[in-house]
């Protein structure tokens, strides 16, 4: 910042336009961002409505528990209806707003505040999380659980557009019960479940990849929510223009990182698309090889510590004789034209032509 503010008075130097407070340039530049001023009654009711969100109490945490039971439960389940309810009951929207609303307005007390209870509650989703899977009898990580742990960049962008809906709902009272669709969209919770629930299997990489998903929800929220409420007319007093502008900058740059990290998981979306296919073509061949008539539904290839295994249902005839020989041969085959190793786990379904009298 100070190499910024250095190579600003040059410059005025150099056009003859005489010296300038650097915190009243950014103070001018703050100014000149707010191009859907509110008045000064609209200001004043967000900024009483966001700092009162911002305040915690005995039922904030009540919400925030039965949230991440009903996430955990509703993951362990495989139930997005369950998912979704829980979504709608999270109170994390009301702290990330808070600490946007502290960035822009340059508050530090609140922002302060707010951090420290997002902070705390992030920890605590993932601790009750944990616990959950301690006291549950029997728990698997199902197809829900796995969708949160590979995110990508349309995740950032669901995120964004979702957080811009909840910014501007602040502002335009008929948008304000789009904040229920808004809680759906940018889940913070799931992914915090997640985590939790992946650290207790040890899978620190699923854990990891969950946690990326909960990063981006939340500093897409933060800087989009920054950049609305500066719209909005609210900006930093003059000592505090420098710091703002600090942060806001450190959220630009932790976008543009998450936006290079999300890109790869697009491009390992689009490998596993071609690995599928290629697999499913090659096991056909193989198949029509060793075995004339079979058919494979169901086909699908799940990504594990030791390689790859392929699920499916292999459809043969009744009179179709199979050995372990066999199948090994065309796991052997399968895996020498892809150049890599496969594990098969088909289930064998007999068919049986039946013919009617004439």
């Known amino acids: 910042m100070q190499w910024f503010k250095n190579k600003w008075l040059k410059l005025r130097h150099r056009l003859g336009l005489g010296a300038i407070e650097w915190d009243m340039t950014l103070d001018k530049v ?12 609209q200001k004043q009711t967000i900024s009483i409505r966001v700092v009162e969100d911002a305040k915690i109490g005995w039922l904030y945490w009540m919400e925030l528990t039965l949230s ?32 946007a609303f502290a960035i822009a307005n340059g508050r530090r007390k609140l922002l302060w505040n707010t951090l420290q209870t997002l902070t705390i509650s992030t920890l605590y989703s993932i ?17 829900e659980i796995l969708s949160r742990t ?9 995120a964004i557009f979702s957080a811009m809906v909840a910014s501007l709902a602040h502002a335009y009272q008929r948008l304000y019960e789009s904040v229920a669709g808004v809680a759906m969209a940018t889940a913070i919770v799931p992914p915090l479940a997640v985590i939790g629930i992946m650290i207790f299997f040890g899978d620190f990489t699923l854990a ?15 800087l989009i929510g920054v950049v609305m409420f500066i719209f909005y007319g609210f900006n930093p007093h003059k000592q505090e223009s420098e710091s703002s ?11 543009f990182v998450l936006w290079f ?6 491009q390992k979306i689009e490998e596993n698309r071609t690995l599928q296919k290629s697999t499913y073509q090659t096991l056909l061949q193989t198949l029509d090889k060793d075995l004339p008539g079979a058919k494979v539904k169901d086909f699908e290839i799940i990504e594990t510590k030791e390689g790859h295994t392929i699920n499916g249902q292999l459809f043969v005839d009744d009179q179709t004789r199979i ?11 399968l895996s020498e034209k892809l150049g890599r190793d496969f594990e098969l786990e088909l289930d064998i379904v007999r068919t049986v032509s039946i013919e009617g009298e004439e």
């Open 245 to 255: 502008l600090k942060r806001i900058g450190i959220l630009f740059l932790v976008t």
């Open 208 to 222: 990891w990849g969950s946690f990326v998903l909960y990063l981006t929800n939340l500093v897409a929220i933060l």
């Open 323 to 333: 050995t372990h020989g066999k199948l090994k041969d065309i796991k052997s085959g």
């Open 261 to 266: 990290v999300l890109s790869s998981g697009l």
């Open 127 to 143: 601790f009750l999380a944990w616990l959950v899977l301690g006291l549950v009898p029997y728990a698997e990580v199902t197809p």
């Open 30 to 41: 703050f100014d000149r961002l707010a191009i859907m001023k509110q008045e000064p009654e």
């Open 68 to 99: 991440v039971l009903i996430a955990t439960f509703g993951l362990l389940q495989n139930s997005v209806a369950v998912i979704i309810g829980a979504m709608l009951i999270a109170p994390f929207l009301r702290p990330i707003q808070g600490v």
């Open 150 to 158: 590979a995110p990508n960049t349309f995740d950032l962008f669901i």
